[in-house]
């Protein structure tokens, strides 16, 4: 794989620098960059066996968005958008991307792992067009600006999360599509289920200037699971497997 510059995309994870010095070897989604794998003596199929165990991953460059207002909900519904029932659940689309429903009054709406959904750029520029032209009771929140995205993975995430997180994350406490609104690490923080394949896996977002301290502490509550950080492509393989 040709090395690629994480700084020459539209957009670039505050992990990056850390990336670089771990070995990592990226690429390109839309105009952005993301950790394929880490090259450091190991394959790709060792660092799917990690992700099936205990991992992490960054995926700060995806695309995600928020809408927020009286009227987001129902304005969702009308562009076709499938909302989950409750507030602090989350529900896959037809093309992957997840839409949570944070309250009564806010949704995120993120990425697929692949990137190859469309509707995070096609309801921001719906929200942008008709707020402007209806004045639309619908908010853009930019998420990709102010959040950043985390996947933590493994059989053994959610023992690895009681040692940083009061809410109990166990599968059996806390299914599928379930938000927790809560601190992780002493930040505040989204924590969303969302299974990748048939392995236990969680999001995480939180604000943009914690990333490195939120990202140096769940790895240090792993490291006696032996986890550590996997790219991109491991997450694949797990939906692919």
Same mark, same amino acid.
């Given at each position: 794989m040709a090395t690629l510059d994480p700084t020459m995309g539209m957009r670039r994870s505050q992990l990056y620098r850390r990336h670089i010095n771990n070995n990592a070897l990226f690429k390109k989604t839309g105009s952005n960059f993301v950790v394929s794998h880490y090259n450091n003596g190991s394959d790709q199929r060792t660092e799917l066996e990690q992700a099936r165990s205990m991992a992490i991953c960054d995926l700060s460059t995806l695309p995600r968005a928020g809408f927020k207002g009286a009227g987001a909900p129902s304005w969702a519904e009308n562009q076709g958008i499938k909302l989950p029932h409750s507030a602090n659940t989350s529900t896959v689309q037809p093309d992957g991307c997840l839409v949570a429903k944070l309250s009564d009054q806010e949704l995120l709406i993120l990425s697929d792992i692949f990137a190859k959904s469309h509707q995070?750029? $096609?309801?921001?520029? =719906?929200?942008?067009? &008709?707020?402007?032209?209806?004045?639309? =009771?619908?908010?853009?929140?930019?998420?990709? &600006?102010?959040?950043?995205?985390?996947?933590?993975?493994?059989? =053994? $995430? $959610?023992?690895?999360?009681?040692?940083?997180?009061?809410? &109990?994350?166990?599968p059996h406490k806390f299914a599928l599509g379930n938000i927790a609104q809560t601190s992780v690490a002493k930040i505040s923080a989204v924590v969303i289920r969302q299974d990748l394949g048939g392995t236990l896996s969680y999001y995480i977002l939180c604000d943009i200037s914690a990333t490195e301290f939120l990202w140096d502490c769940l790895l240090d509550a792993m490291q006696e699971y032996a986890g550590s950080p996997v790219g991109i492509g491991a997450l694949e393989a797990l939906i692919c497997a």
């Open positions: 995070v750029a $096609a309801l921001k520029e =719906q929200s942008t067009r &008709d707020h402007l032209e209806n004045d639309t =009771q619908t908010y853009l929140l930019p998420r990709g &600006d102010s959040h950043c995205w985390l996947a933590v993975t493994g059989d =053994q $995430a $959610a023992e690895m999360f009681s040692k940083v997180c009061g809410v &109990d994350l166990r």
